[in-house]
């Protein structure tokens, strides 16, 4: 078994302040030992999963994912994540359009990983729409994560004015940002500018 990945690390404050709402909601007459019991199930059940996608056993992960009941947000993008990660970015634009079709409440995490997926498969459409949905989540200028994806994504589409663009108006610029600007750079033919 593998050490989880830092992206569950960060997710857990997602996570717990989900497991707390339904926690007010649903176990303000119960004991302790029992909303102890459903926070352990629910961090294990999230652990598990993840722990299968990571060691590559993205099948029986998916299978595991399809039979829960209620998906956390980093449930989601776990499952998109290591869609992608596999070479199966198709399946993980997929279920991204399940998690917007479904409402599901979609992040900075989500983001990152459907631009690298729309990327990696050409859909500049598609990556438009993606980015036109950040901007009215209001994701597009806050997150340095999903302001990045955009920068990379543009700049492997030959998009160089947009993902400058991009790179222009972010306010916390960082290591991630430039490179993925030089890159961009360098591969179009346009390293005159770096």
């Known amino acids: 078994m593998t050490v989880p ?7 857990l404050k997602y996570l717990t302040s989900t497991a707390q709402s339904c926690f007010d909601a649903s176990f303000k007459n119960t004991s302790l030992t029992e909303a102890s019991q459903f926070y ?9 999963t993840r722990s299968l996608l990571d060691c590559g056993s993205i099948n029986y992960g ?6 829960l009941p209620n998906r956390h947000v980093f449930m989601w993008n776990s499952m998109i994540s290591s869609y992608i990660s ?3 970015s198709k399946e993980g634009i997929g279920l991204y359009e399940r998690m917007v079709l ?14 690298k997926a729309f990327s990696n ?3 500049i459409n598609e990556g438009r729409r993606g980015h036109g949905l950040s901007v009215v989540l209001g994701l597009e200028v806050s997150n340095a994560f999903v302001r990045s994806g955009l920068v990379d994504m543009y700049a492997k589409f030959g998009r160089m004015k947009d993902a ?3 790179s222009n108006r972010a306010v916390d610029k960082d290591v991630v ?5 030089i890159v961009g750079y360098s591969q179009h033919g346009d390293d005159v500018k770096l």
């Open 102 to 115: 479904d409402g599901v409440y979609l992040d900075e995490y989500t983001f990152s990983c459907v631009f």
């Open 121 to 123: 498969l050409g859909l």
């Open 62 to 67: 998916r299978k595991l994912f399809d039979e």
């Open 5 to 11: 990945r830092l992206s569950y690390l960060n997710h």
């Open 40 to 48: 352990s199930s629910l961090i294990q059940q999230c652990l598990h």
């Open 177 to 181: 940002l430039f490179m993925a600007l």
């Open 86 to 88: 596999h070479k199966k």
């Open 164 to 166: 400058r663009l991009l």
